[in-house]
T-cell receptor
């Protein structure tokens, strides 16, 4: 069946860039998403990319999609302590299949 | 900005009781979903709903679960006889292009 995989943990220094990676297996995805979840909270849609795009930039966020390798990444520029959260990658083929989430820790 | 809303935010129930979780999707959206997230785990798809019927359901969505769109705005998830392992955060989502999630209902089964 479809699967989405992410590394589980990333630690960065405040002000540096963070890159969170994700791989997926479904070749019929229409959208690929990044959601942010803070402790005890819901899922905040951060950004998404259509499957026919290579890149999308939205302020500090850059999404890169390599459809051939089924690899998605999220780059957060100038990472701040408020960016500390779990980041979920999800692929959309009518329903969302989520990765296990990457916990981003930002330290001074 | 339109948003998906869910009530209640937290529901505590006894094992074996029925619960109904409620959602109000974004008004012009046509596709509706329920997902759940057991504490510390990934978000799992339960069911999708389109044109007043279930379009897809996962293995989790067994006979104890049902969904309904009783009127033009609400979308409900009913768990007929709750089990301890149903304790989780339940998220409703709606979609016209991209999916938007509600804030979730934390269900605790004692």
């Amino acid at each position: 069946g479809e699967d989405v995989e992410q590394s589980l943990f990333l630690s960065v220094r405040e002000g540096d860039s963070s890159v969170i990676n994700c791989t997926y297996t479904d070749s019929s995805s229409t959208y690929l998403y990044w959601y942010k979840q803070e402790p005890g909270a819901g899922l905040q849609l951060l950004t998404y990319i259509f499957s026919n795009m290579d890149m999308k930039q939205d302020q500090r966020l850059t999404v890169l999609l390599n459809k051939k390798d089924k690899h998605l990444s999220l780059r957060i520029a100038d990472t701040q302590t408020g960016d500390s959260a779990i980041y979920f990658c999800a692929d959309d083929n009518n329903k969302l299949i989520f990765g296990a989430g990457t916990r981003l820790a930002v330290h001074p | 900005e339109p948003e998906v809303t869910q009530t209640p935010s937290h529901q505590v129930t006894q094992m074996g009781q029925e619960v109904i979780l409620r959602c109000v999707p974004i008004s012009n959206h046509l596709y509706f979903y329920w997902y759940r997230q057991i504490l510390g785990q990934k978000v799992e798809f339960l069911v999708s709903f389109y044109n007043n019927e279930i379009s897809e359901k996962s293995e989790i969505f067994d006979d104890q679960f049902s969904v309904e769109r009783p009127d033009g705005s609400n979308f409900t998830l009913k768990i007929r006889s709750t089990k301890l392992e149903d304790s989780a955060m339940y998220f409703c989502a709606s979609k016209q292009g991209e999916q938007f999630f509600g804030p979730g209902t934390r269900l605790t089964v004692l």
